[in-house]
């Protein structure tokens, strides 16, 4: 969609969640909850492909890319949240 929010366009074709825009001009998301791959698509769309085809179990959710590198974050201790690691 545009700024406005208006021009609604699908881009994915499988659907997709936790998406997050890159600088590289790729948009990049889990494909589900359930045996979840890490994809990405063109912003204006095109074909999809895996960036990661078996993320940690769980994190589908947890995670952000960074300079070409997908970060997850972990929490061991549910009072700590700054443990990080990287794919």
Not at 22 to 51: K, S
Request: negative net charge; charged residues 30%; glycine residues 10%.
């Amino acid at each position: 969609c545009d700024r406005q929010g208006k021009n609604l366009r699908q881009i994915t074709r499988a659907g997709g969640i936790y998406s997050l825009e890159n600088d590289d001009g790729f948009l990049y998301y889990a494909t589900n909850f359930v045996n979840a791959e890490i994809r990405r698509v063109p912003r204006d769309g095109g074909r999809e492909e895996t960036v990661l085809a078996d993320p940690r179990p769980g994190m589908f959710g947890q995670w952000t890319i960074h300079d070409g590198q997908i970060y997850f974050v972990h929490q061991r201790d549910r009072s700590r949240s700054d443990d990080v690691l990287v794919s």
